[in-house]
């Protein structure tokens, strides 16, 4: 069984020239689902295909214009023509451009309004960045290579140019701002670590934040520290591409460190960023498994295990609702049966958990005080339906939705330089 795809040329005066794309031999028995359909490879060809002959018509019609002289206006007659090779996502293809020599002076012109120096399409550029920020550079090399006939940038290194290029192009654009202004905007900046698998290589510290609006407008930026990228440009002109105004009311999220402050506040966001419920959160999760995996070997700690993990739960509950001044309250009622877990072993471990938990209580106290001015009603923030930390930030990076193009750009210059 076989089928000829062919393509025909519509025109103004109805149907032109048809041209033969593909011949497809396929079999009719069906014992073998393998035979049902396509398959990858003849949809590449397919594809290719008609992007050549859709191209080929397209460069027909472009280079029958005649440009006038750019120095005598007078009228051009053609001299040769030029090859140039342009990568598309659904292969490379190969177009002649005319070059014209005028008949009165002599002079030389090209083509009317073809983009010079142009190596591959837009939508091809966009995606080969958009793979590179959320995989890696041979990741995502083979996915171009397994799904796409491309015929150009496979190779992992020659993404990697293309994704910095492509990002530093849309990172020096500026911000299109939205039609509809933000009344309130949050911001939520974090920092983690990349480390080196290799012996000798330095750790990356990357800095990754959100900003977004009530009605769901959103953009994510990162830089790494020390890089050419300024993460205080990404944040200003993410609040500008969110709709952020002078009576904008800005609402800032870090987890407490002094730096992130500081660049928040460099980055025009004046006012004194809260403290986000995720660490605090994550502080307070470590210390319930460390109480609840306190001996109970005599009644005495049975009593004071008890006694522990009720507190710890009061914690939790004075912090989320507020009540920050209360909280040393608990650890003080920790401290004092404590000592009833002297001398506690445990064969299984190398530390006791008492001697964990003390730390992570020491830990905690030294935290809640160093920014208690930072602390706010998390509950009352999360009745009203608002944010109320990072927690969308330290998931930013598996991020599902479609990004827009600065989101991109920031993705592809975190990427390419990690």
């Not at 020659?158 to 939205?178: D, I, Q």
């Not at 870090?254 to 460099?266: E, F, H, K, Y």
């Not at 522990?308 to 989320?320: D, F, N, Q, S």
């Not at 930390?389 to 990690?418: H, M, Y």
Request: aromatic letters at 4%; glycine letters at 8%; hydrophobic letters at 40%.
């Amino acid at each position: 069984m076989a089928w000829i795809l062919r393509l025909v040329k519509l025109g103004a005066e109805g149907e032109g020239q048809a041209l033969d794309v593909l011949k497809i031999n396929r079999p009719d028995d069906l014992s073998d689902i393998a035979n049902l359909g396509l398959t990858l490879a003849e949809g590449k060809l397919l594809l290719a295909g008609l992007q050549q002959q859709i191209v080929a018509a397209q460069v027909s019609e472009h280079a029958a214009r005649r440009p006038p002289c750019g120095r005598c206006g007078g009228v051009c007659r053609l001299k040769d023509y030029q090859n140039h090779v342009v990568a598309t996502l659904f292969g490379q293809v190969t177009i002649r451009l005319p070059r014209f020599c005028c008949a009165a002076c002599g002079g030389s012109e090209s083509g009317i309004n073809w983009p010079s120096h142009c190596r591959s399409t837009p939508e091809l550029d966009r995606l080969q960045a958009h793979l590179c920020a959320h995989m890696t550079y041979r990741t995502a090399a083979d996915l171009l290579e397994q799904m796409f006939p491309v015929d150009a940038a496979k190779h992992p290194e020659t993404l990697r140019r293309h994704a910095l290029k492509v990002g530093e192009a849309l990172g020096a654009c500026a911000a299109t701002r939205p039609e509809t202004m933000a009344s309130a905007v949050v911001v939520t900046l974090d920092s983690t670590f990349i480390r080196s698998c290799e012996d000798g290589e330095r750790h990356l510290e990357v800095r990754v934040g959100n900003v977004e609006t009530g009605s769901g407008g959103r953009q994510i930026f990162g830089a790494v520290a020390k890089a050419d990228t300024d993460i205080k440009v990404l944040i200003r002109r993410s609040l500008e591409a969110i709709g952020r105004t002078e009576e904008t009311v800005l609402t800032a999220f870090t987890d407490g460190c002094s730096g992130l402050r500081r660049i928040l506040a460099d980055a025009g966001v004046t006012e004194a960023p809260m403290l986000d419920w995720f660490h605090i959160a994550m502080r307070l999760e470590h210390l319930k498994q460390i109480a609840n995996a306190l001996s109970t070997d005599d009644p005495a700690r049975v009593a004071a295990k008890a006694v522990i993990v009720a507190e710890v739960e009061r914690l939790h509950w004075r912090l989320w609702n507020g009540k920050a001044k209360d909280a040393q309250i608990s650890i003080d009622r920790i401290r004092v049966v404590m000592h009833l877990f002297q001398g506690e072993t445990d064969g299984r471990k190398f530390i006791a958990p008492s001697r964990k938990l003390w730390t992570a209580l020491h830990a905690l106290d030294g935290y809640l005080t160093g920014q208690s001015d930072r602390l706010i009603n998390y509950a009352e923030r999360h009745r009203a339906g608002l944010r109320v930390g990072t927690a969308i930030t330290e998931g930013t990076a598996k991020f599902s939705g479609e990004p827009p193009d600065e989101q991109i750009a920031t993705n592809a210059l975190v990427a390419t330089r990690c």
